[in-house]
């Protein structure tokens, strides 16, 4: 027999700590565990007592947890900040990203459609679509699929991410630029205007079913 | 064995550890021992929490880590660093302030006894 770590594993993950922390904490108590067993049969014949008494010395998982769950030095943001990890920076990086795109598709339209110019050529009408749709639209269910994912492997308390993920749809749908490109006789425009609520509800489907699918077959799985 | 009471343990761990590597470099297990024996198994921790008070010990710089092949395993044996040999001066002088004024109050002496 050899003791299984995985609740210890999931007790750490849950608790906050760091993957690559925990996963050197096992790695240690693992060898530790296997010199406690050694040092235990060299005392006795029955290497399942050994086994016992090797892992009592080792501690119980809860005290073995606890330890390194109260060092804050080993915990995630997300649980440090959870505010600051599931709300702020997405929706900062959201924003950011969304400006430099729309600071990017301007100043390319700036290049080519010169004073005096006629229309413009087709490609610059499609890449000024491309970007507005992948700011609008990609960008925001990017973001909220990589929150998710880093919320489930790090075994994060489910309010955070979701209100992280409600957020950058919320960021999305309001913000949502839209670009009139110049023609030969009128100005280009941008404008700031939000989705209706069909917009909302097929964006926030999209961005939240990864993490709500995750955690769903997750519990499932661990409640079998 | 019963484990020490873990609130009358605060800051005791790291001294111990710095203290057993003032001495030579140890990995996990060798430390664990040497507790138990140096202290006469009067301070006995659930051997695998010193783990964690290694790791923090390294991330501040007390103590550095090397990882060596002995006897067909993989180690990670642990060294005192200079700022964890200033830092052990400084623990063991505020323990021994401690532990002199405890003292004090336990025979009787100082201003505990004119309460």
């Known amino acids: 027999m050899q003791a299984s770590f995985d609740p210890l594993w999931r007790q750490l993950l849950a608790g906050g700590v760091r993957r690559r922390p925990a996963r050197r904490y096992l790695a240690e108590l693992k060898d530790h565990l ?3 067993i050694a040092e235990e049969r060299r005392a006795m014949n029955d290497p399942r007592e050994a086994e016992i008494r090797a892992l009592s010395r080792l501690g119980s998982f809860d005290m073995l947890a606890e330890a390194m769950i109260e060092r804050r030095e080993f915990q995630t943001w997300g649980r440090k900040a959870p ?3 599931y709300l702020v920076a997405p929706a900062l990086t959201l924003v950011a990203v969304t400006a430099l795109t729309v600071v990017g598709v301007v100043m390319t339209v700036k290049q080519v459609h010169g004073p005096g110019a006629g229309d413009l050529p087709s490609w610059v009408s499609e890449f000024a679509t491309g970007m507005m749709f992948f700011s609008h639209a990609i960008l925001p269910v990017l973001l909220a699929w990589a ?6 492997r790090n075994r994060s ?3 955070w991410p979701a209100c992280g993920i409600v957020a950058l749809v919320a960021l999305g749908g309001t913000f949502h630029p839209t670009l009139t490109l110049p023609t030969a006789t009128t100005h280009g425009e941008v404008a700031i205007s939000p989705d209706g609520v069909a917009g909302f509800a097929v964006l926030l489907l999209v961005a939240a079913l990864p993490y709500a699918a995750l955690t769903l077959w997750r519990a499932t799985r661990e409640h079998a | 064995m019963a484990t020490t009471n873990p609130s009358f343990m605060n800051g005791v761990p790291e001294l111990l550890v710095l203290r057993l590597l003032r001495g030579r ?3 996990g297990y060798e430390i664990v021992q040497a507790i138990r024996e140096e202290t006469g198994e009067v301070v006995s921790l659930g051997e695998g929490v010193v783990y964690p008070v290694l790791h923090a010990l390294e991330r501040s710089g007390a103590i550095t880590s090397e990882r060596r092949p002995v006897g067909g395993r993989s180690r990670i044996y642990y060294a005192l660093s200079p700022k964890g040999a200033a830092r052990l001066t400084e ?3 505020l323990w021994s302030r401690i532990t002199g004024a405890v003292q004090q ?3 009787g002496g100082g201003r505990a006894g004119l309460v």
Request: proline letters at 0%.
């Open chain 2, 105 to 107: 109050v336990l025979v």
């Open chain 1, 147 to 152: 929150l998710g994912v880093v919320a489930f």
């Open chain 1, 83 to 85: 505010v600051a990890a």
């Open chain 2, 25 to 27: 470099e140890m990995y």
């Open chain 1, 157 to 159: 308390a489910l309010i």
């Open chain 1, 34 to 36: 296997d010199d406690l």
């Open chain 2, 91 to 93: 623990l063991t002088a």
